[in-house]
């Protein structure tokens, strides 16, 4: 890959909105996950549009809760680079079968696509996986207090990957 620059940056519309609507959570373990090699890049929109074969469950979340942070890294000396990637989902309300369920999930290293409030999706966790760092349940103190489990989860990664929607990845299938 070449390490020149072909365009600048523009200020685009100030449209944006923050959070996470929902996050994608891959059923089988990351070493399952296909090899990098497996992504599809569409060459135009620069968005991976296709991976093999990977099944994955839908979690909503509420808006304005639960949020995604990406830090590359770089060290000139030896010449490496990575991105830590972040997310931290909270999650209202839970049943014993969901609680049961979010247990679970730091169990392994799963591969997480994230839908932001924009409806852009992001791969994270994608070669190595995502894991659990934090969970916590909390009942609140008041009335009026928010009742719930919040899951850190984190990954190094060589690279970020902007995605098309879930529904036009050819190669991801929503779990019932």
Do not use: H
Not at 36 to 42: K, P, Q, R, S, Y
Not at 74 to 100: A, H, M, W
Not at 107 to 125: A, H, T
Request: proline share 2%.
């Amino acid at each position: 890959m070449p390490c020149t620059i072909s365009s600048g940056y523009t200020i685009g519309c100030l449209d944006g909105i923050g959070g996470i609507k929902a996050i994608y959570i891959g059923a089988a373990d990351a070493v399952d996950m296909p090899s990098l090699a497996d992504f599809e890049v569409d060459s135009s929109t620069k968005l991976v549009d296709a991976v093999t074969a990977i099944s994955v469950y839908k979690f909503e979340l509420k808006r304005e809760l639960s949020n995604m942070e990406v830090t590359t890294t770089r060290d000139g000396n030896s010449g490496t680079s990575f991105d830590e990637q972040n997310i931290s989902c909270v999650f209202l309300k839970p049943t014993i079968e969901q609680y049961d369920t979010l247990v679970s999930l730091g169990q392994g290293r799963k591969n997480i696509f994230v839908e932001d409030n924009d409806g852009q999706v992001y791969l994270l966790g994608a070669a190595q996986g995502m894991d659990l760092t934090t969970g916590a349940y909390s009942t609140g103190t008041g009335y009026g207090d928010a009742k719930g489990f919040t899951l850190s989860m984190t990954a190094r990664e060589i690279r970020t990957y902007w995605c098309a929607p879930i529904a036009g990845i050819a190669g991801v299938t929503v779990a019932g």
